[in-house]
């Protein structure tokens, strides 16, 4: 499966969703995703990082899907996404314009990934504290 969702932590104990993408994404392996990320879902609103330089190839039904699917309200998930391709890069940067999504940030390395999902974390935890 070129899409694996784990529950994990981060340095800090706080929780977040590992995707370890790999190879080919289909329309499939998408529609799945979004189910579990998405509104409703057992991921949802959990802050994740997608580790994607494994990605060959994202099918244009595939990226339909991510469009179609991505929840733009405050609610949604933090997400930091590694990707080592230029290609790759290209095309999340085109889904997230599309998306106008705040949420989420492309990042060359995991360790400033994770550095940038722990600082969205307190954000919100302060911020939750004063509200």
Known sequence: MPII???SQLPSGARCVRLDCRGDITKEEAEALSKEIGVG???FGIPIL???QGVVSVSSEARQVFA???DLNAQANWTAVVV???LMRVTAN???RVNKVKKQRL???EAEAVQWLEERIKEDQARAKVE
């Open 50 to 52: 997608s580790l994607s």
């Open 41 to 43: 879902g057992p991921l």
């Open 84 to 86: 080592a391709s230029p």
């Open 5 to 7: 969702a784990i529950r």
């Open 94 to 96: 085109f889904l997230m």
């Open 68 to 70: 179609r699917h991505r």
């Open 107 to 109: 990042f060359a390395t």
